[in-house]
């Protein structure tokens, strides 16, 4: 049982190019949910998924794409990258929703810098 | 919007001592608390989940609870050790989190 798997776990992109992150959990849980993480501030919510072919927008989703085409993996792009999306990425997972006492798990961390 | 709020931001304390560390919600409407840990450079280590229908949760050393009707959360960490630094954080819901408590614990 691997939990929640990030790949690449390192990468450096020049401005304007593309990449793909990927996050692959085999817990069979429903949510998954990308945050970005930047040097003294807490997580960000970048986008999440309630279920296989469903996404929605968190708080900074601007220059970013997902999909959840299946339910195990939820693809974060980005499509031509920018300094401001040097980050730290992480992916999660939980069974069902809140009010159903599910806890975060946790990938650990994609670190993206675009130079 | 949404915020999560901890307290204090940093914290430094010799070995052995008690600590008290604390999460504050804009919105009440928690359904379940969470405390992570992480190490620097590192992911985000689950310590306790508060469920719905619970006050608080023990585990080892720490303790954490949860009152819905101020929005607060404290997570208390008895006779810390070096071991313990590192940044906690309360997500709110799963989907807001703070800046998080540095804490440093000195040999």
């Known amino acids: 049982n691997a939990g929640v798997t990030q790949t690449p776990k390192f990468r450096v992109l020049k401005t304007g190019q593309s990449m793909t992150l990927l996050c692959a959990q085999d817990?069979?849980?429903?949510?998954m949910y990308w945050y970005r993480q930047d040097p003294g501030m807490g997580l960000r919510l970048i986008h999440y998924s309630v279920g296989e072919g469903t996404t929605a927008k968190g708080e900074v989703p601007d220059g970013y794409n997902v999909s959840r085409l299946k339910k195990q993996n939820f693809l974060l792009g980005l499509e031509s990258a920018a300094p401001s999306q040097t980050s730290v990425y992480f992916c999660?997972?939980?069974?069902?929703?809140?009010?159903?006492?599910?806890?975060?798990?946790f990938g650990n961390g994609t670190r993206l810098t675009v130079t | 919007k949404q915020e999560v709020t901890q307290i204090p931001a940093a914290l430094s304390v010799p070995e052995g001592e008690n600590l008290v560390l604390n999460c504050s919600f804009t919105d009440s409407a928690i359904y379940n608390l969470q405390w992570f840990r992480q190490d620097p450079g590192k992911g985000l280590t689950s310590l306790l989940l508060i469920q719905s229908s619970q006050r608080e949760q023990t585990s080892g050393r720490l303790n954490a609870s949860l009152d819905k009707s101020s929005g607060r959360s404290t997570l208390y960490i008895a006779a810390s050790q070096p071991g313990d630094s590192a940044t906690y954080l309360c997500?709110?819901?799963?989907?807001?989190f703070g800046a998080g408590t540095i804490l440093r614990v000195k040999s």
């Open positions: 817990m069979n849980h429903e949510y």
């Open positions: 999660a997972s939980s069974y069902l929703a809140d009010g159903f006492n599910s806890p975060l798990h």
């Open positions: 997500p709110r819901n799963k989907l807001v």
